[in-house]
């Protein structure tokens, strides 16, 4: 196995300017190159996004407590649930992670000033917020119903809402997703610093370099689809209208030829996070490294070919249902792999429990709920019955919310005093990090029951013996709201009132912790040489030692 | 308790499904509290500072387990996988003895009709014990036909036929839903399957028999609407005869050959360009637009019925094949409206005898 150790060595300390005082005015913001700034850029929209995502669910889940219809009206209900998925999906889960961590990061875990393309980064925000823009545009014109997946022929000849202006939102969205990848990729393979070989790359930077790859290969796919959604919708085009001779299967399998790659976008960037936070908590280096990065190319190479188990029951031959069943089997096998090396991370550490360890191991119980859940859906018989169904709702979530946002929640804390060079009140951050995990159980879990009993999704109404488990998982979702907005109050707090962080309060090791907190806009005062692997917690047959934070305590008392 | 958990399973699919959901929960729950029991284990133990030993890992351990637990979940999946395909597999082909209902589905309601002609709207009844196949087309986006109870559920498509079947095991009335979204009324696209002893059903649908019978109907139009002046027994016109045509083997002009079956038929009326007949002109026009799907399908249920029968003779009726059905919303089944639970009634209380 590889040798896997920190650089040796302190680098100098840069006595330059933080990025965050290279310039106050907006223009020193709107028109920066600067990777870290961009990746606050999109922080700042991608919190709002999900935010508004946020309202629009609790709305729903409000409707839901009763099964009458009696806070929105079916369309109303429609609208909220669609501007929920389009929201989150492209505004919030595919950027987040990617975009400000891997931004911020990428570069300093490499050992690099910036990205290859400053300015095609800078214009990648430029291109996700004018699809936002466009997206909350065709919101405030009265919104629209298809449902994230644009199914046709709903939404191309039936639907009477703004399909156009989110459909051109998101095409734009994936443009910006487009050029990110390409950033990165050329990034991490030009500007390594001298010394960092592939099988030295922290498993952060392996895992934005495979959803790189996944962006770039399958949003074209995307872009092409809502193309021929255009062409159907507004210049008439027959191509999946049925008496024309279309095929409105044929968008089916278009759109989950992206979009189910596009769940390895989401996910794939919280394993590497996830790595990251445990490996430094537990004090060892991760267990099976080449392991976990050959698990995490296998899953972004198997994920293009498991697309059409979302359509076993739409007609599809039960041949081809067959291989899909079989694949998506497969692709299940190295999300186990990477559950077992965190877990084996863990024996013989040295384990402390700070917020974003809290959120990673959150992370780790509901994403093994989340996978296993998809076995479910990989067996033909049972996915039959429980597709389009509550059980569904529930399994996207646990991968996605629960490992996602766990994930996005754990770099938060865990990068925050890199990024902002302050540190926020530890009790706080454990304490929305519990509260969240059990909000979302709460708010998820009697989702399966309700979906093996049959309760199709996208209900606004529902049959009244139905009620019991939504009135549990409504409740489930008032907690999490409020976990959710936490965060929100105690990091402002410590903007202002943190102490000051200093270089390395969580005593990692990793390049980006060798530089000064915030960095210096031109990140290291010289370019760094490795000469060791990732993750050096311990010598060789050696045990690790505790660390003693520098944070515990502080802020705590305001 | 576990029971309250579960659906009523009230199919011969249904059992089979439920065996594989547990099967899965079962090997779920063990992988999930394994690594939960490591995962809480190893942070109390291990925690920062604890006595516990923290010497070198053996340097066997590494590549063993790795491997180890690799092959071991690969291998689990791909039973899972063996299981569940097989299962699917013989599952899929519907009994040839089948009763035959059509569905047609629109926004929003299901209106399903039966071979001898009686039509519902929202509702289905069906006997016990006996294998029902649902050929089943949608007038306007997708649909999906889902029978919690029965563990089925199929898209239902513009322009295409989707079948599936199921036998019912258990007297009682279930959920019918929609499951793929299709616009504002969506959750209220609700209906009921109504499952009666074979006697009960047989009463019931004597006296449905109101309108004519789908054939018969599928006969008038023949004639109606101009097909029989091609494919009539004595026409001069060079046209394939329909006589004894359904479920054959028909080789086409460019070497495939096809199987006559509804979806063929159907593209045959739409699309009649699509797929010439060996040895004869591309002259038929096309009947879309013309023809709606329920005209579609008693002119399909026509021509099967020429090719059990040949010889049978069809009286030409003078009923209406458009819509009969009412359809506003205070004429939809009782489902519909959430208040009303669907209820299991005991299986003398079915209203048999009203229409």
């Given amino acids: ?558 | 308790m576990l029971a309250a958990l579960m659906p009523s399973s009230a199919s011969t699919q249904g059992a089979t499904t439920d065996a594989i959901f547990f099967a899965l929960l079962g090997l779920s729950a063990v992988i999930l509290l394994l690594v939960l029991t490591l995962v809480v284990t190893f942070a109390i133990r291990y925690r920062r500072g604890s006595k516990a030993d923290r010497g070198a890992l053996p340097a066997i351990i590494s590549r063993q387990f790795e491997l180890g637990w690799t092959a071991t979940t690969l291998f689990a999946f791909l039973f899972l996988f063996w299981w569940a395909g097989s299962s699917q597999l013989s599952a899929l082909i519907p009994p040839k003895d089948a009763l035959e209902v059509h569905v047609v589905a629109k926004q929003w309601m299901w209106k399903t009709q039966h071979a001898n002609g009686a039509r519902e709207i929202n509702e289905l009844h069906a006997p016990v014990g006996v294998p029902v196949r649902l050929v089943m087309t949608s007038q306007d986006v997708i649909h999906s036909f889902f029978i919690p109870a029965f563990r089925i559920k199929k898209d239902v498509l513009p322009g295409r036929y989707t079948d599936t079947w199921f036998e019912a095991d258990k007297v009682g009335v279930y959920h019918l839903f929609c499951a793929e979204f299709c616009g504002t009324d969506h959750s209220r696209m609700l209906g009921r399957i109504v499952i009666m002893t074979p006697e009960d059903y047989a009463q019931w649908l004597t006296s449905q028999l109101e309108g004519d019978d789908l054939a018969r109907e599928g006969a008038a139009l023949f004639t109606a609407r101009g097909c029989s002046g091609c494919h009539g027994p004595s026409s001069p016109v060079h046209a394939p005869k329909l006589v004894g045509l359904y479920g054959r083997a028909v080789p086409l002009s460019d070497g495939r050959t096809v199987m006559a079956d509804e979806a063929y038929i159907r593209d045959s009326i739409l699309l009649p360009h699509r797929d010439i007949v060996a040895g004869y002109d591309p002259i038929m026009p096309s009947f879309a637009g013309i023809l709606s799907d329920g005209e579609i399908q008693s002119l399909i249920a026509y021509i099967r019925s020429l090719a059990s029968s040949p010889e049978r003779s069809v009286q030409p009726g003078t009923a209406s094949s458009g819509s009969l059905v009412p359809g506003t919303p205070s004429e939809r089944s009782p489902a519909m409206t959430p208040g009303n639970a669907v209820r299991r009634q005991p299986p003398g209380e079915f209203d048999g005898g009203k229409p």
């Fill in chain 1, 1 to 558: 196995m590889t040798t896997i150790a920190a650089p040796s060595g302190d680098l100098p300390v840069s006595s330059e300017p933080s990025y965050l005082s290279a310039g106050y005015t907006l223009g020193s913001w709107l028109g920066t190159s600067d990777h870290k700034r961009i990746a606050i850029l999109y922080a700042i929209s991608v919190t709002l996004f999900f935010f508004l995502g946020g309202i629009a669910v609790t709305i729903v889940r409000v409707e839901l407590f009763t099964p009458e219809a009696d806070v929105v009206t079916a369309d109303t209900y429609n609208r909220l649930f669609t501007l929920h998925g389009v929201i989150m999906v492209w505004f919030f889960m595919i950027p987040s992670i990617p975009n400000i961590f891997g931004n911020f990061l990428l570069p300093l875990m490499i050992g690099a000033p910036d990205v290859a393309f400053p300015r095609l980064n800078l214009m990648s925000w430029y291109l996700n917020i004018g699809g936002a823009s466009l997206t909350i545009y065709a919101l405030i014109a009265g919104g629209v119903d298809t449902g994230w997946t644009f199914y046709t022929p709903f939404s191309t000849m039936f639907s009477n809402t703004h399909v156009l202006a989110t459909a051109a939102g998101v095409f734009l969205a994936g443009f910006s997703s487009i050029a990110t990848g390409v950033n990165f990729i050329a990034t991490t393979h030009m500007l390594r610093a001298p010394g960092m070989t592939w099988f030295r790359l922290p498993l952060f930077v392996w895992a934005i370099y495979a959803t790189s790859i996944v962006m770039v290969l399958a949003t074209p796919v995307l872009a092409i689809t809502l193309i021929l959604i255009v062409a159907e919708r507004w210049l008439g085009l027959p191509i999946f209208d049925p008496s024309r001779g279309g095929d409105p299967v044929l968008f089916q399998h278009l759109f989950w030829f992206y979009s189910h790659p596009a769940v390895y976008i989401m996910v794939l960037p919280a394993m590497g996070v996830v790595s990251e936070v445990i490996t430094c908590f537990a004090r060892r280096r991760v267990f099976g490294y080449t392991f976990m990065v050959y698990a995490m190319i296998g899953i972004a190479g198997i994920g293009f070919f498991v697309w059409g188990h979302h359509m076993f029951v739409a007609g599809m031959s039960p041949y081809a249902g067959l291989i899909f069943s079989f694949l998506s089997f497969v692709v299940a096998v190295p999300s186990a792999i990477k559950v077992f090396n965190w877990t084996a991370t863990l024996y013989r550490g040295q384990i402390s429990f700070d917020a974003p360890m809290l959120y990673a191991l959150g992370f780790l119980g509901l994403f093994t709920i989340g996978g296993l859940t998809g076995l479910f859906l990989a067996s033909i018989p049972v996915d039959v019955h429980v597709t389009d169904t509550y059980f569904v709702v529930a399994h996207f979530h646990y991968i996605m919310v629960g490992g996602t946002v766990s994930a996005f929640f754990a770099a938060l804390h865990f990068w925050w005093p890199k990024i902002t060079g302050r540190l926020y009140p530890e009790t706080w951050a454990r304490f929305a990090a519990i509260l969240m995990f059990f909000g979302f159980n709460f708010t998820f879990f009697p989702q399966f029951i309700v979906g093996y009993l049959g309760m199709p999704r996208r209900y606004h109404v529902y049959p009244p013996e139905f009620q019991v488990y939504n009135v549990l998982s409504s409740a489930g979702a008032v907690i999490l709201a409020a976990a959710y907005l936490m965060p929100l109050g105690y990091l402002a707090w410590s903007l202002v009132w943190g102490r000051r962080a200093g270089r390395n309060p969580w005593d990692a090791t990793g390049l980006e912790w060798q530089t000064a907190s915030p960095p210096p806009r031109e990140n290291f005062p010289r370019t760094p040489h490795v000469d060791v692997g990732p993750y050096d917690y311990h010598p060789e047959g050696m045990s690790p030692a505790p660390y003693q934070p520098r944070h515990r305590g502080q802020g705590d008392q305001a």
